[in-house]
């Protein structure tokens, strides 16, 4: 039985994106019988490619998602390799962590309000040059969409350290730092020469799959990007919501393009490897040490801390703003506090709690069990599995939500699925499914064999291998497997809202309903909500490991791992 | 010991490992209960292989010909946890997450039934081994001789019909080394254990006594 | 490799089984109600549950909502959902969608908060159940006479499919601690840009305050204002537009940001205000100022104006998809809404501050009492200070006027 499943995880990820990406497709090419297009032309594409400024939106989406993925893994590796093993790279691991649970979207207003010229640290150049109004300068919003840059950086950090954090285990990295050392290399050029190429291959998915975010964002472009013209997602997105129902079938053609414009990033990215690859190998022959390497070891260090410590410090302007009175320029602080907010949303809180809860919590259920049933049976059955097998996990991140919404949402109607706890939990799964297990197979697949191969031989039979000496073995990773989910479950805001038909109001589309309204106190309120989830299941994660295993030492190893 | 057909002891009939189409190794022997068969050669050569095939737990690129017969029972395609066969690493791998009684008792068979008698018979392994009252103790608050006492024990609690040594001293200092060796071999014999014991270590050879394999 | 190839297609199978496979479970089918006997719908509607989808960005709105649906439960036994939306037409998709999939009743939306183009879209494709405005209880309270966009939606007319609910009209506000005089006119704001560069703006076309501000503009400067309420292509639209591009072109520089940036709603240039960014802002209601004084988004010193010559008006809405669940329900909670008490309070800026769509002269006399007596807020325009009221456009020049400014000022490099 163990044998289905596999078969079983990969319909529920792939099912659903294929469906809704037919039905986007259709109508890109004039396929709509709800909306009398029943012919196939090319009228869509037409529209589509006269809209003003449409080239200048996909340069827009793709080269500042290159350069947003590019730099990203630029700080993460240069903090890794500058400060591994030391004492600030731990501190820096316990702050990113956290940062995880919050949503983009908050992190986005964050620091929106800490940059913008009339925003936090302008307030604080104010009290100083004495301006009375906020300079005229386009910081957010600015046209080369630098602020969005910034704010996806800020956001990906966190979570391409963490995938490097799980691959450096298996490079021995430790002792590979010794031996580059006493051959003479500094500790960048060493780490970037010699480690960098075995860890690479580890995080390269995850690495494409914050390629396709960046290029394909919607809510943090909304916020910070440029708006004349937006980038491609936020036009699609107002063309899908435009009265005029007609831009329909303009709007699923843009949806392919980015697809297409994701697929043409992937394309440069990798094109791009491969010329790193080669010049690399001749500058690992060079010889040179680059044993003067402080500078950049101090910047890489001031770069991270400056990523984390501007989205902290965005996250306790929003905490400020849910409990401020009227707080105009250029005050530093509100001028009055109230709690008045907090006070008239506790109600709508506790049930939009429950609801996502509702949500959530079978959806990282299921998610979790196929998730180590596939495991399980690649373990069992000895077979290593193929790289296509990775691709199919990464498929949902790498298609954009926005290019199969649509689609999917058709999909769930026909099937009478609609505005079922099912096709909400469905719709998450395909989400949630690829996360957990990019968090979870890594542990698994490092988990000694011997362990495995000692109970066997001891006479246990694989399922008692598996409960009794595998999974709690793995505690600490499945329980950490499980916070991801949750943070990506109680994130989702398209599938909720599209799928469940409104029925189910979650933390998250309260916070998206209330943020249209533009009051930072109700987004400061609701970003902090939306954490809230999240960061108790990573709390879980770390204390019920310690709590279980508190007498037995060699846990400690298994759980840093 | 389960009383098996007959006590014949371990025979690895032209059993061939092939990796890639190339031959990693290729033996013909037979072992009997109580003797100490040791394969030496240099890393690589495929001992571990080896060891692995007749546990069962050989990953599936492998390719292997020939039969593994114990006390004449052939072992091909019968899985790892019904063959009887018990397996000695170079780490102890003692789980963590159990205490020294939790691993030794999680070997006990399940015919053997209630908790009292089970209690019992780890603390009676555990007297015999000098290491009296250790039932309740988290593994990685003992020494590295102590566990590797104690990974012993645990194969030994699960009745196996052969035992198998995958180079199991090396971690072991050299004082240790010896009193460790002594007491390894003095339960196969014993036990009457077919073993085969896989080393690069001369050493080993020579203080088990039995045929030396040279793989080179 | 075959094992895994084999997997995959299985998978698409299975996938495109159950696409294919035409399951549709029974839908709720609800009948039309006989709106013409009112006792008949209160029965219908009694133990239905009406999803209302309705934009949830104003916390306000959300309690009034909440009220009305409270009140509707008790007298009539109907249970109110709000759907909060970012944005109506995310309801129009839906009902589009469902149309798609051949769910022709039971549908997910009851009933919609609507207006504008959102309606004429819905309208033109026989999205909507009805008519059945005329015929309820309360609408013999609606001011037909004096208000004529209640049965007019930008000038496409609602044929009943959907019942006024509440007035807007276009007004300006600004800090009186930081300014002392306000330009009252578009020449006037025109002239007062030029001595304050980058301290106004709009926002970004297509969002429908953003076309609201052009079309206010177009409206002052065109000759003759009557050839707006054509449709567009009745008439020479390019030279009727000119006038605009002209003041475009000396406005758009003097903008906030140059024009290099826009804010994406009304919110959003709320907040700007409130940031000391620009001086003057705008908003389709004086009673929502007041509000968002109340909330801290403003100082209380900010106060509303409107133009010498007159602002844009228009009435928003509720309508029912042809193929809501709960149309009786949805029917009962319409004319709630329309009810003397309901628009009272909404009229009350303690707990929204929207105009109402009765005529006072048309009510009892203690509700036209109440009505008089009414607190309305520091930042409130008083009836008598809404000066006049101007009819908005057809349809077809806003589309026309987004289309163009897309054009020549949405791609700025």
């Known amino acids: ?561 | 010991m389960p009383s098996d057909h007959s006590e014949t002891g371990l025979e690895l009939r032209t059993v061939s490992i092939r990796l890639d189409r190339q031959e990693l190794l290729a033996v013909d022997l037979v072992i009997t209960p109580g003797e100490i068969v040791t394969l030496m050669g240099p890393s690589g050569s495929g001992k571990s292989s080896l060891l692995g095939h007749i546990c069962g737990t050989l990953p599936a690129q492998f390719d292997v010909s020939g039969q593994v017969v114990l006390n004449g029972r052939c072992l091909d395609g019968c899985p790892p946890q019904d063959r009887h066969v018990g397996i000695l690493f170079q780490d102890d791998l003692l789980f963590p997450h159990l205490s020294v009684g939790g691993n030794l008792a999680f070997a006990l068979p399940a015919s053997v039934k209630g908790k009292a008698k089970r209690r019992m018979m780890v603390e009676n392994a555990l007297k015999n081994a000098d290491m009296d009252g250790f039932a309740d103790r988290d593994p990685a608050t003992l020494s590295g001789g102590q566990r590797a006492r104690v990974a012993l024990l645990r194969v030994l609690l699960s009745e196996p019909c052969a035992l198998l040594l995958d180079e199991p001293f090396s971690k072991l200092d050299s004082e240790l080394r010896g009193q460790f060796r002594s007491f390894v071999f003095e339960q196969c014999r014993k036990s009457s254990l077919p073993t085969l014991m896989v080393t690069h270590d001369p050493e080993d050879g020579s203080a088990a006594g039995g045929r030396v394999i040279n793989l080179a | 490799m075959r094992s895994r190839m084999r997997a995959f297609v299985s998978a698409l199978a299975l996938a495109t089984g159950i696409a294919t496979a035409s399951v549709s479970l029974p839908a709720y089918a609800d009948p039309a109600p006989d709106v013409g006997n009112w006792q008949s719908v209160l029965d219908q509607a009694r133990g239905q549950t009406v999803y209302w989808h309705a934009w949830g960005g104003e916390p306000r709105i959300n309690d009034y909502i909440a009220w009305a649906g409270d009140q509707v439960f008790e007298r009539y036994g109907v249970k109110v959902v709000q759907v909060k939306l970012t944005d109506t037409a995310d309801a129009v998709t839906k009902v589009l969608s469902e149309k798609t999939a051949g769910v022709n009743d039971g549908g997910a939306v009851d009933m919609i908060w609507i207006n504008g183009e959102n309606f004429a879209a819905m309208k033109r494709n026989e999205l909507l159940f009805g008519p059945w405005v005329e015929e309820t209880p309360n609408f013999e309270y609606v001011d037909v006479e004096g208000k004529p966009t209640v049965v007019n939606d930008f000038t496409v007319p609602t044929d009943g499919l959907e019942a006024p609910w509440g007035m807007a009209q276009v007004s300006f506000y600004y800090d009186t601690a930081k300014l002392d005089s306000v330009p009252k006119s578009a020449q006037a704001l025109l002239e007062w840009l030029a001595k304050n560069p980058g301290r106004f703006t709009y926002p970004q076309p297509p969002n429908y305050m953003g076309s609201t501000f052009l079309k206010q503009i177009l409206t002052e400067l065109v000759q003759n204002p009557k050839v707006l309420q054509q449709p567009a292509d009745e008439v020479d639209a390019k030279a009727v537009l000119e006038p605009l591009w002209g003041y475009l072109e000396d406005l758009q520089p003097l903008l906030w940001r140059n024009g290099q940036a826009y804010p994406q709603n009304g919110a959003a240039m709320r907040t700007l205000l409130g940031d000391n960014e620009i001086d003057i802002a705008f908003s389709f209601s004086s009673g929502e100022v007041s509000s968002a004084i109340e909330a801290f988004e403003l100082p209380d010193t900010v106060r509303s104006y409107v133009f010498d010559n007159g602002t844009l008006g228009n009435t928003n809405f509720v309508a029912i998809p042809y193929n809501a669940s709960a149309k009786a329900g949805a029917v009962v909670l319409a004319d709630f809404l329309m009810s003397p008490e309901a628009q009272l309070r909404k009229q009350d800026p303690q707990y929204w501050g929207a105009d109402t769509v009765l005529a006072m002269n048309k009510l009892p006399a203690d509700m036209q009492e109440a009505f008089a007596n009414l607190d309305l807020g520091i930042a409130s325009l008083a009836p008598a200070e809404r000066g006049t009221v101007l009819p908005e456009p057809h349809p077809s020049w806003m589309e026309l006027v987004e289309t163009e400014w897309q054009k020549h000022y949405g791609v700025v490099q």
């Not at chain 1, 956290?98 to 207003?109: D, M, R, S």
């Not at chain 1, 998915?205 to 013209?229: E, R």
């Not at chain 1, 008045?340 to 996502?356: K, P």
């Open chain 1, 1 to 561: 039985m163990l044998r289905f499943v596999p078969i079983i995880t990969i319909a529920f990820m792939i099912g659903p994106v294929s469906a809704g990406l037919i039905g986007t497709l259709l109508p890109a090419f004039g396929i709509l019988p709800a909306l009398g297009g029943t012919e196939p032309g090319l009228d869509p594409w037409a529209a589509l490619f006269a809209q003003p400024g449409i080239w200048q939106s996909v340069r827009l989406s793709l080269v500042n998602g290159l350069i947003a993925s590019f730099v990203s893994v630029a700080i993460v590796m240069l903090f890794c390799a500058a400060w591994q093993g030391t004492r600030i790279f731990r501190a820096m691991q316990r702050i990113l962590s956290p940062i995880l649970a919050v949503p983009h979207a908050t992190a986005a207003f964050g620091l929106a309000f800490l940059i913008a010229p009339s925003g936090w640290i302008a307030r604080l150049i104010a009290q100083f040059a004495g301006w009375d109004r906020p300079p005229d300068i386009a910081i957010i919003h600015d046209p080369l969409g630098i602020a969005m840059i910034a704010g996806l950086v800020a956001k990906e950090i966190p979570f391409l350290f963490l995938m490097t954090l799980a691959a450096l285990p298996q490079a021995d990295t430790d002792r590979t730092a010794q031996i580059t050392a006493t051959l003479g290399y500094g500790r960048i050029a060493g780490w970037f020469k010699a480690t960098l190429p075995r860890i690479y291959p580890q995080i390269r998915l995850p690495v494409l799959a914050v390629l396709a975010y960046s290029t394909s964002v919607v809510d943090v472009a909304i916020i910070l990007g440029p708006t004349t013209p937006a980038p491609l997602a936020v036009r699609i997105l107002g063309w899908l919501s435009d009265p005029d129902l007609a831009l329909r079938f303009m709007a699923s053609s843009a949806a392919i393009l980015q697809l297409l414009v994701v697929v043409v990033a992937i394309g440069i990215w990798v094109a791009a490897e491969r010329f790193i690859a080669l010049a690399g190998r001749q500058i690992a022959a060079n010889g040179q040490r680059f044993r003067h390497d402080g500078g950049v070891r101090a910047g890489s260090a001031v770069l991270a801390g400056l990523s984390a410590g501007a989205l902290i410090l965005g996250l306790v302007v929003l905490l400020i703003w849910s409990i401020a009175g009227f707080w105009g320029f250029p005050d530093i602080l509100p001028r009055s506090f109230s709690l008045r907010l907090w006070q008239r949303e506790y109600d709508a809180i506790g049930s939009s709690l429950v609801t996502t809860l509702l949500i959530a919590v079978p959806t990282v259920v299921i998610a979790i069990v196929l998730v180590l049933g596939c495991l399980e049976h690649e373990t069992r059955s000895r077979h290593k599995p193929g790289r296509g097998a990775i691709w199919l996990i990464y498929l949902p991140l790498i298609v954009p939500q926005i290019s199969f919404m649509f689609g999917l949402q058709v999909f769930f109607t026909l099937i009478g699925l609609e505005r079922t706890l099912i096709s909400v939990v469905l719709s998450h799964l395909v989400f949630v499914l690829p996360y957990v297990f990019l968090s979870l197979s890594d542990p698994f697949r490092a988990l000694d064999p011997r362990y495995g191969q000692t109970a066997l031989c001891l006479g246990a039979s694989p399922m008692r291998v598996f409960w009794h000496v595998r999974l709690p073995l793995l505690t600490r990773a499945v329980l950490t497997a499980m916070a991801v989910g949750l943070a990506v479950t109680v994130g989702q805001y398209l599938p909720t809202l599209l799928i469940g038909a409104g029925r189910f109001a979650t933390v998250t589309t309260e916070a998206v309903a209330l943020a249209s309204g533009g009051d930072r106190r109700m987004i400061g309120i609701y970003g902090l909500l939306q954490m809230v989830l999240p960061f108790a299941g990573f709390a879980c994660a770390l204390l019920i490991p310690a709590i279980l295993f508190r007498h037995r030492r060699g846990m400690n190893a298994q759980n840093r791992g």
